[in-house]
C-alpha cells in the first residue's frame, strides 16, 4: 500500500483500520529539524499519522514569499513519505485543510504551538465531526523561512 494517496482513496483506507488516526498539515517546504520533532510528537498521539501536504499553487496563496515553494508538491510529499513516523500522505489544494479533514475525519488534529485551537480555521470543522484537537510544542528558532533566511545571509551571490 503506498503512502500517498489522493483524498478519496486514503478515506477509504483509513476508514477500514483500526485505532486512532492524527493529522497534520503544511508546507514542508525545506525539510528541517522542527518538522521532525513535530511530526514524531504528532505520530506518538496515535495509531497512525497522516500528512496533508499544501500544493504548490496553495502555498503561492499563502503568501509564503514568491519564491516559495522552494521543493515542488510531489517532492515534499515524496520526502514526508519517507519519514517512519509518517504512515500516509496527501496533497491538498484548498487553502485550509477543512476539506481533507472533513473527507478523512481524523480522531485527532495537531498543529504547531503558533496556533491555539481557537485561533485555528479547521477548528470548527474538526469540532463538527467530533474529532480532538492538540497543539504541539513549536521548536524555537527552526523555520524554513528563518533557514532561507540564514542562507541567504550566507550567499556570496546575494548581497543586503
Known amino acids: 500500500m503506498s503512502k500517498l494517496q489522493g483524498r478519496e482513496a486514503l478515506a477509504a483506507t483509513l476508514a477500514a483500520l483500526p485505532g486512532t488516526t ?21 505520530r506518538a498521539l496515535g495509531d497512525r499519522l497522516v500528512v496533508g501536504v499544501n ?12 519564491d516559495r515553494p522552494i521543493l515542488p508538491e510531489a517532492e515534499r510529499a515524496e520526502l514526508l513519505a519517507g519519514l517512519a513516523c509518517v504512515d ?7 487553502p485550509t485543510a477543512d476539506a481533507v479533514l472533513a473527507a478523512l475525519k481524523p480522531h485527532v488534529y495537531c498543529k504547531g504551538g503558533d496556533y491555539t485551537p481557537d485561533s485555528l480555521p479547521e477548528a470548527p470543522t474538526v469540532r463538527a465531526y467530533g474529532g480532538r484537537i492538540e497543539i504541539l510544542a513549536f521548536v524555537p528558532g527552526r523555520s524554513t523561512t528563518s533557514l532561507i533566511a540564514r542562507i541567504l ?6 548581497t543586503p
Open 22 to 42: 492524527v493529522f497534520t498539515n503544511g508546507v514542508f517546504d525545506l525539510m528541517h529539524v522542527g518538522h521532525l520533532r513535530y511530526l514524531q510528537a504528532a
Open 55 to 66: 500544493a504548490d499553487s496553495s502555498v503561492k496563496r499563502l503568501n509564503k514569499g514568491p
Open 88 to 94: 500516509f500522505v496527501t496533497i491538498f489544494d484548498e
Open 153 to 158: 545571509a550566507t550567499s556570496p551571490e546575494r
